[in-house]
């Protein structure tokens, strides 16, 4: 099932403005590091080779997860209907270069990197999680998010230009960045409610998926997978 059908539920109908789906991005901890791996060892050798820019085995991917500082770090994602992370976008923090000199003057840029599943692909899950980065970025006084990926990455570079930011390539691999206007209250207020959004419809599904393993559990009943 590639419909947004894997997403929806009556919360989300209830959000919806104009007739358009609504997708929960949701921010991740600790609690989801689990079904962080999960969701990148999910990924077949191409889209591994994609999101990292060379391929990680399972290990290297294990070390990645297990390395993410959520203290540092933002991390979101996109849960289906099935509890399943179908998407993650990682948004990593870090000291200004003196290869931002020029582009920024602020203490801290932003690096983003997303991967989504094949079942969940040519929804705008990708440009979703991008923009619940740029908005967090630009509530926590950072004003340039950067991407870095290889050029053949067809959706980062959608993404990429449909954001409207300034790409350079070279040898195969591509960066690209985008400059972010200072916080206001409006974007404030949008962030807290995509995030209230987001841990309403977790806590629906993670309901859903708990009833659905006790009717499993019933005499005579095949349990689901």
Known sequence: MTSLNLFRNPLQR?????????????????????????????????DRILRFGSFMGDEQ????????DFGRDMVFGVYNRAFRLAAVGHLAFSPRQPS???????DRVAEFGVSVLKSARGMGIGSKLFERAAIVCRNHDVDTLYMH????????????????????????????????????PA??????????????????KANVRRATKLLDKLPGRAPRK
């Open 14 to 46: 209830w959000f919806n403005k104009g007739g358009r789906e609504t997708v929960p991005v949701k921010a991740l901890g600790e609690r989801d590091r689990r079904r962080m791996l999960r969701h990148f060892l999910s990924l077949e050798r191409p």
């Open 100 to 106: 931002s000199d020029g582009v920024t003057e602020k």
């Open 149 to 184: 990926c290889l050029s053949s990455n067809q959706t980062m570079m959608h993404i990429a230009k449909k954001a409207g930011m300034e790409i350079h390539r070279d040898y195969g691999e591509a960066d690209a960045y985008l400059k972010i206007g200072p916080a206001n």
């Open 187 to 204: 974007s404030v207020l949008q962030e807290a409610m995509q995030e209230q959004l987001a841990t309403l419809d977790y806590a629906l």
């Open 61 to 68: 991917i294990a070390k990645y997860v297990n390395g993410i």
